[in-house]
């Protein structure tokens, strides 16, 4: 069971490094898009350090949806998936495999750069740290909810649309913790409250999402 | 032993068969025939459990296969219309890759053997350079090293192959079917093998 988990991972991480620019083209927007806003506001500390937090979860947000819709549409276009539902491993298990897969390349990478972007916003360098945590924390319950809707979207026309709606509702409390534990932080009352809130919001959607993504996915291939 | 029972399959508001019944003996084959649209794939893919027959069951060794999930995977092997393979990694890597999927620990040796076999390149030519042929073959190099798998579900394996692959892919039917294994599969011309039984869904 953990060897089918291993070589899902092994598998996703080779494709990704084959097609480095997929990998690159959803960093690069997070990138852009978290440089475009004190372009576009202009260079006032106070307005930027406050916006900081709610602008960079954001950010992370689109990026993790704009790598979602190929989650499972090229496995399930050349016939792996099926392979994949076909496995001697539970499905499940395949669904938590991937989602841990795309959280290694869209969701890491963003949670490492993170503190970097923050210096454009005139951070205080003490907030990094619960800035990346927030982050590391939070996006891989994006992943997992995401690939809920990726799995129940698949093969649908206009699916990259109907996923935005069904999934950014979802992403609203992830954000509004996320981005909190940073704020109450530079309010100094300590994030170690949402931080909390979000690992156990990790651990509950780690239990259940890959249950929820492999009934989507049985559904989305009948 | 392979048994369905009254078996009927609607796809888009149109039936495409009704009361349809078959068994599968260890050491026989079994080919479905019929023409483009007739359902060829979807058996197929009732029997193997992706998809689920709008009445009647399937059974694998006298049990129902919904009711054994995994353990019914793990006695089938089934490439279906699209091959399978993924175009960015090799040969090598996609064989290792879906047969470690399947539950079977492939040495890097056995690899390589069995894409010679079926003559693939084994080097870093990513798959998406081959032709379809090639490509083809690339999947079907599964069914050399799934000797252990009583079941084999095939839809169209003959497609893109020339004369030479045939050849190879009649042989290992041959021993597969030697050795007590089951194999369905589905083609819309004769392949001139001989099959136990065909089901035609006309």
Same mark, same amino acid.
């Given at each position: 069971m953990f060897a089918a988990a291993r070589c899902v991972v092994y598998r996703d991480l080779l494709l990704a490094l084959r097609r480095r620019s997929d990998v690159a083209t959803a960093l690069l927007f997070f990138v852009i898009v978290t440089s475009l806003f004190p372009l576009g506001i202009g260079a006032e500390p106070n307005l930027l350090r406050a916006i900081a937090p709610g602008v960079i979860w954001v950010s992370a947000l689109l990026s993790s949806l704009l790598s979602l819709r190929r989650l499972f549409e090229a496995d399930h276009d050349d016939g792996t998936l099926e392979q994949m539902l076909l496995g001697a491993a539970p499905l499940g298990v395949v669904a938590a495999a991937k989602a841990f897969a795309h959280w290694l390349v869209s969701g890491l990478p963003i949670a490492v750069i993170a503190p970097l972007i923050a210096l454009q916003y005139d951070?205080?360098?003490?907030?990094f740290g619960v800035l990346a945590l927030s982050l590391l924390l939070g996006t891989p319950v994006l992943s997992l909810i995401g690939a809920i809707g990726a799995a129940l979207t698949l093969g649908l026309r206009g699916g990259g649309v109907l996923l935005s709606l069904l999934v950014l509702p979802l992403y609203v409390p992830v954000l509004i913790i996320g981005a909190g534990a940073v704020e109450m932080a530079a309010a100094g009352l300590g994030g170690g409250g949402q931080l909390l809130l979000l690992a156990a919001m990790l651990v509950v959607a780690a239990a259940f999402a890959p249950w929820a993504i492999s009934a989507g996915l049985r559904i989305s291939l009948e | 032993m392979l048994e369905a029972t009254n078996l009927e399959c609607e796809r888009g508001g149109r039936e495409?068969?009704?009361?349809l019944s078959l068994a599968v003996k260890p050491g026989e084959a079994l080919r479905i025939a019929g023409a483009n649209g007739s359902g060829k794939t979807s058996l197929l893919r009732i029997l193997c459990g992706l998809l689920s027959p709008s009445a009647g069951e399937v059974r694998w060794q006298g049990s129902r296969i919904q009711s054994l999930k995994e353990e019914y995977a793990s006695q089938l092997v089934y490439l279906g219309?699209?091959?399978?393979?993924?175009?960015?990694?090799t040969a090598a890597e996609n064989l290792f890759i879906s047969c470690s999927l399947a539950g079977i620990a492939l040495r890097a040796d056995a690899v390589k053997q069995a894409l010679e076999r079926f003559g693939v390149?084994?080097?870093?030519? @990513?798959?998406?350079? +081959?032709?379809q042929g090639q490509r083809r073959r690339a999947a079907l190099a599964r069914l050399s090293v799934s000797e252990t798998v009583p079941l084999w579900l095939l839809d169209? @394996?003959?497609?893109? +192959?020339d004369a030479r692959g045939i050849e190879l892919l009649k042989d290992l039917f041959v021993r597969q079917l030697a050795r007590g294994g089951s194999i369905v599969f589905s083609t819309?011309?004769?392949?001139?093998i001989a099959a136990t039984q065909v089901v035609d869904l006309g």
């Open positions: 951070l205080a360098a003490q907030l | 495409l068969f009704r009361s219309h699209a091959a399978a393979v993924k175009d960015d990694l390149p084994a080097g870093a030519t @990513p798959v998406r350079k +081959l032709s169209e @394996p003959f497609s893109n +192959l819309h011309q004769d392949p001139g």
